[in-house]
Structure formats: structure tokens, C-alpha cells
């Protein structure tokens, strides 16, 4: 349990209502230990401003929340509306403050409350456009970037289509659960009408206890993240994880791709299978997380000294360039979702989230391999995919994506008319990255060399959802999704 202190709301409050003379005359111990509480508070805060969204490179936190949400907005004017008021609010809730609005007794509270009285936390809020919002509606078409795939199907998947794709994502990560819950709720409520809730998974993930501990642990008992990307090396995260100018579109430009993945482990299976099984299927030794061969977890990887098919041979070859360029940004989460009612085992796993600059050149190769042949797929399936292109930090006085409209719309297909107001840019410059016009048809870099699968034609499995109906003709019901969306099936 936690010890209650003075929070800096409550010390900011009390000043400005003149409540200082209060807490003054309670002696200097206590100014001292509230002065330093406010310290502290404000040193859990992460700045969502920057050339990249927060929430990437941030280390990680104790709790996720990801989400996808459908858009029912329906027309650009009002897609510009809701991002502009997520924006307003993650400036808010970021800080560790409560939405601002009534709190009349006859109405609903503006805030929802349940993290009333927690710190920031560390909370973070990550924004990402899925490749379905630029079907037409909102006169995006031209402006999705190459590097947005509808991902293939892979050998093996088992996706849940109702749990996956999404036009908008949002990952919320705090090391308070119900500072990450809330925030999700938040932006869910101030988007109400403009857009709907379609998946939501939570996660988990916690630091060893000690430092020299080195990575913490999946629910297979494994360390996990070992030969992750050192996040704090700014070449090697613009070698893989940031989207240069170079690579466009350019309202894109220090964005990034999310790949999600909701992979369930079969726990059980896993805990009857040997030792000596369980270390050949990932190549590293259970205990110390030491590579074959190695007797320490961050010992250099000899894969001549791997198994064949084991999990980290296959997700890195070591091949040279090829290799180094394919690598990704790892900040997964296990998850926990109780007990499947069908086969009575537990729903449990790793929410997998991967950040890259190119996921064709990245995820998709990897992942192809590692479908094929890592033996690590006896013990898991995937059950869920999204896949989003993260847009650059947010300027001032802006809203993640607003170089995404700095150019007017393309005109809606012929089928789908949009509301008036459709193609008015936003006011105000774009966002960073914004400026130089987009290359004609969208932009984007030609396949990277020596990489990956090229994106299939249509847009099988990977994406979630395969075909999206027309948007918006007149006379269709106003929250299309919420008639269409099939119930969600237990895995
Ligand atoms: C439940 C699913 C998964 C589990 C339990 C798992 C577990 C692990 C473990 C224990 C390691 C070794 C330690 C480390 O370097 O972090 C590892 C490494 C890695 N995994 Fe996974 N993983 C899973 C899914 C995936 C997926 C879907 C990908 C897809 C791209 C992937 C890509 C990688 C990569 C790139 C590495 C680093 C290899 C290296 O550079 O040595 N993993 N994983």
C-alpha cells in the first residue's frame, strides 16, 4: 500500500487557492517533504513533445494498454476534430492532471476518476494510422505510405479479425495500471461520435528486482529482450526505427510502423517439456539467459553454436548488413486473459509490439522465417494483428499526423460522398516532417533492397480486416461498425 503524501495537484491547488499560509504554518518538514513529492511527481512525467511520439524509445513501463479504434467520424473536418482533441487530451493526462470540464452534480463527470490521486506514471501515448484510413473517406488515398502493408498471411496464423486492424491505434503504457486505463477511457470518451473502441488489449511486464539482474522474463520463464535495439543509440535508431525524409511520404518523415501481434503461449504444454527442450527451442539458456556456448546473458551470440531452428537464430542470422538492417524495436507485454472456457487453458502470451522504419524490409521478414521454421511455434499461435504507421511527434499548438493534412484531400470515390468541409486542410503549418510535398501517388520508398516480401495484392489476413465496405454512403446507419462488427470469438 501505498504511503498517502501531499500529490502537486493537492500542492498546486492549495497555493493557488491561497492555502500556502495552511501548509506553511505546518512547519517546514512538511513544506520540505511536499516541495520534494512535487519534485518527484514531475520527474515521472515523459514529455509527449518531440520530434517522435513518446511511448517508442521511452523505457519501458510496467503496464500497457493497446487499442484500436474504427473511425465513425465522416469527414475529414471531424477526423482533424478528434485528433485534435486526443491531442489536448494526452497534453493533459501526460501530466498526471484530470480532463478539465464539469464536475455539475447533474451531469456526467468530464473525468472518469479512477486516477484521481496517481502520479503521471510515466503514462505515455502513442498514436498510429491504420492502412483503413486511407480507404477513401477522408481523401487520404494518395497520401498512404507504400511502407503501410495490408501484412501477409503467415504460415500458421489463427487471427481474429475482430480483434485486429483498426483505422486508429493507441498504446497507452504507465507504470500505474489505472493511470493506463484511464487514459485509454479518456480518449475513448472524448472521442465519443467520432470514433469507436474495436479491440483493447492489456499487458503486463515487470524489471527484475535488482539491476545486475539483467532483462526481466516472459511467461515461458525466459529472459526477454537481451539482444533487443539499445533504444539510447540515435544512429542505430535511425538506421532501423525512424522513417527518414528519404524514405516518404513526408508527413511521415521520424515517424515510424507499430506491428502488433497477440501470440498465445500454450503455457502448459511449455512447463511439460524438458529443460533441455525448452532451451534448444530459443537458443539461449533458461536461467542466466546466456547464448550456447556463453556462460552470461549478454555474451555475443555465436550462431554456429544455436540450434537450427531455434528462435533466436531465425529472428537473427547474423548475416551482415541484411541482418543488421532487418532488426527491430521489441517493447512487447505478456498478457493474461484468464482461462479459455473452451479448452480450458489459459488465454495467456505476449502482446507483441515491434517498431521499425520499413516493415516489409523488417517484421515481414522476419516473421516469414520464423513462421516457417521456428520450432518456438509449437508452444504458440497468433491470434490477433495490426499493423500502423506512427506519425512524428506533435508540435506545439498541433496534433499527432497534422502534416498528414497539410495537402487538400484527394476527391472521395464516386460511391462514397463525404460530408462538406471534407478537404479542408487544418489551420495552422504542418507537423514536423510536414513541408516538402508528398511524391505523386502517395510517396513512398520503392521495396528496400535485398528485403522482404513485397505486400500482397488486396490485403489477406495480416491487417485484420480484409474488406472494408464503401464509407458513408447517405441513408447508411450512423455507426456502420457497431451493426457490422461480428461478436468477438474466444481463442
Ligand atoms: C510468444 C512469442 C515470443 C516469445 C516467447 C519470444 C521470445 C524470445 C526470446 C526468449 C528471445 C531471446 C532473448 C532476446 O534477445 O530478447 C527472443 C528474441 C527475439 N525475438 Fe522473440 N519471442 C516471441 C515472438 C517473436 C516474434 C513474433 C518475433 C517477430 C519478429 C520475434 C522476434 C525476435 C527477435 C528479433 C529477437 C532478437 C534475436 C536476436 O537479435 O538475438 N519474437 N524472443
Known sequence: MKTPSISRR?????????????????????????????????????SWAGPHQAGITTPGQRHLQICAFDVTATNRAQLIDLLTKWQRAI??????QQLPGSTAPTVAPSDTGEAAGQTASHLTITIGFGATL??????????????????????????????????????????????AEHAVRMLARVGKGLAELRWLQSGFDEPPARADQGSGRNLFGTKDGTSNLDRS??????????????????????????????VNMTIETWDDSPLEE???????RKASGAPFGGTREFDPVDVSKLPIHSHVRLSNPRTGTASEDERILRRGYSFHDGINPTTGEYDAGLAFIAYQ???????????TRLAENDTLNEYLFHTASGIFAIPPGAPSGQFVGAGLFATP??????????????????????????????PAGGGGTPPPAGGGTPP???????AGRAVRPPARAAGRPKHPHRHRRPKPKRD
Open 10 to 46: 493537492s500542492l498546486l491547488t492549495a497555493a493557488a487557492a491561497g492555502g500556502a499560509a495552511t501548509l506553511i504554518g505546518q512547519g517546514p518538514s512538511l513544506i520540505g517533504g511536499a516541495l520534494a513529492s512535487a519534485e518527484s511527481e514531475s520527474s515521472q512525467i515523459v
Open 91 to 96: 497534453e493533459v493526462l501526460t501530466v498526471g
Open 134 to 179: 486511407f480507404d477513401g473517406r477522408f481523401g487520404l488515398a494518395s497520401q498512404r505510405p507504400a511502407a503501410l502493408i495490408d501484412l501477409p498471411a503467415f504460415k500458421g496464423d489463427q487471427l481474429n479479425t475482430a480483434i485486429s486492424g483498426g483505422d486508429l491505434s493507441v498504446q497507452a503504457c504507465a507504470d500505474s495500471r489505472f493511470v
Open 233 to 262: 543509440d540515435d544512429a542505430r535508431m535511425r538506421r532501423n526505427v525512424w522513417v527518414s525524409s528519404e524514405d516518404g511520404p513526408a508527413w511521415m518523415a521520424n515517424g515510424t510502423y507499430q506491428v502488433y501481434r497477440r
Open 278 to 284: 525448452q532451451e534448444d527451442v530459443i537458443g539461449r
Open 357 to 367: 522504419r520499413d516493415p516489409r524490409r523488417q517484421f515481414v521478414t522476419i516473421q
Open 409 to 438: 484531400g484527394s476527391p472521395p470515390p464516386a460511391d462514397a460522398p463525404l460530408a462538406g468541409g471534407d478537404d479542408a486542410p487544418p489551420a495552422g503549418p504542418p507537423a514536423g516532417g510536414g513541408g516538402t510535398p508528398p
Open 456 to 462: 500482397p495484392a488486396g490485403g489477406a489476413g495480416g
